[in-house]
């Protein structure tokens, strides 16, 4: 029988929904976390695969803007609930939703598509490359202080109740947006997302707690955690798990890193996803007692390979040819001319007959330099850019880093 690729309807998302669910293991999610997925889901933007009568595929598409070098947003598909039935691999449903919702992205203007992957080797065949990294500790609370700066102690913490803060908190979230590429900004009712708190995720911890932190009566920071207390012998050793931390200004980030290390009952405060140069790595006493360990975090798709590279600043002048392999997006490949600085950029494509590229890469390696992330050197250094002209790799790096490190704050 014949597969078939289209887009979703709104009667057909509980099934679509409950395949998803059951490609990633068949455990039900909590009925609050069901409804919001519902509610956020993009039906026109969501795609599924159908064999008859059967849902064999799923793959969505969200609405969002990432920060990218330079400050500016831009448009971008929030690729997520990609999945593929077990009794249908190998039959290229995959593939065929891969290419069906490129085709959309590009129809829709957008020059970025972005993802967070189950397995990091899934989606670089699709021309994705890992763009953010994250970090994660565990820190050894009983050992390690913040050496916190001027103006610390002047910050005013207080408990104040997950939903009644929920607004304070998101307004600092916002203000943080353009200060780091790969932040997402998002549409409405996303603002839900961090409140979830399902029993089931907590590991026997406590719900959510929250604590602001103000100066002046304005909020300037808050931290969101869980606290599970645990016991032994020797006495108590509970541990804290951070959902969400963001401040406006170093003194307040300070103050609330120590408030979580000075928890009393507790040994131990662990964070899932935070920058690969979070200050925290500069305030704490002791890094090795921070345990810290990376991952790749999210993929990126240049879609309109054009409009991505003009759409950044980069750091220093760069006036380089760059010859692009892209057999998935065949509009994207051949030869392009990036002309740019700290002020704006320009990338044009080029003939043949204007002279020798200066590098040559495929459209991943750009996807993963887009953001600053990794070095264009380092990616020359593994064999995957060639240098066409000598000193070309360097000036490149140079001009695609970023001054600090590109994060995505949360999943989609």
Not at 119 to 136: D, H, L, M, V, W
Request: hydrophobic letters at 40%.
């Amino acid at each position: 029988m014949t597969m078939d690729v289209r887009v979703l309807r709104q009667d057909d998302w509980h099934e679509w929904y409950a395949k998803l669910e059951l490609a990633f293991g068949g455990v039900p999610e909590a009925p609050e976390e069901h409804a919001l997925w519902d509610d956020l889901t993009e039906f026109d933007r969501s795609i599924g695969v159908w064999d008859g009568d059967r849902c064999v595929g799923t793959a969505g598409a969200f609405t969002f803007r990432v920060t990218v070098p330079g400050g500016a947003q831009v448009p971008a598909a929030g690729v997520t609930m990609v999945s593929v039935a077990a009794t249908d691999r190998r039959r290229g449903v995959l593939t065929s939703m891969m290419r069906r919702q490129l085709d959309d992205v590009r129809s829709w203007g957008e020059p970025l598509a972005v993802l967070t992957a189950s397995e990091p080797a899934i989606y670089g065949r699709f021309g994705y490359g890992i763009a953010t990294r994250q970090a994660s500790v565990e820190i050894d609370s009983t050992r390690v202080r913040i050496n916190a700066p001027a103006g610390t102690d002047d910050v005013r913490l207080r408990f104040a109740d997950v939903a009644e803060a929920a607004a304070a908190c998101e307004a600092v979230y916002v203000r943080t947006i353009g200060t780091r590429p790969g932040m997402l900004a998002r549409r409405p009712g996303w603002e839900r997302l961090p409140l979830l708190d399902p029993p089931s995720e907590r590991e026997g911890a406590s719900p959510m707690q929250c604590v602001l932190a103000e100066r002046d009566g304005e909020t300037v920071g808050y931290v969101r955690f869980h606290n599970k207390p645990e016991w032994d012998a020797a006495g108590p050793k509970g541990r804290i798990t951070l959902r969400h931390i963001d401040a406006l200004d170093p003194a307040a980030y300070a103050a609330l890193w120590r408030f979580l290390l000075d928890i009393d009952l507790t040994s131990a405060v662990q964070a899932r996803n935070r920058p690969v140069d979070d200050p925290l790595f500069s305030l704490v006493s002791d890094i090795r007692r921070c345990q810290v360990r990376l991952r790749d975090s999210m993929h990126v798709r240049l879609v309109d390979l054009g409009a991505a590279l003009e759409a950044r600043t980069y750091q220093a002048p760069v006036d380089i040819v760059l010859d692009v392999a892209d057999e998935f997006c065949p509009w994207n490949a051949g030869r392009w001319r990036l002309t740019g600085d700290a002020k704006g950029a320009s990338c044009k494509r080029t003939g043949d007959s204007e002279g020798t590229a200066d590098l040559a890469l495929s459209v991943r390696e750009l996807a993963t330099v887009y953001l600053g992330d990794t070095s264009l050197s380092a990616l020359a250094a593994a064999g995957r850019v060639e240098e066409l002209r000598p000193g070309s790799v360097d000036e490149a790096a140079l001009a695609f880093g970023s001054t600090v490190a590109p994060w995505l704050p949360h999943g989609f």
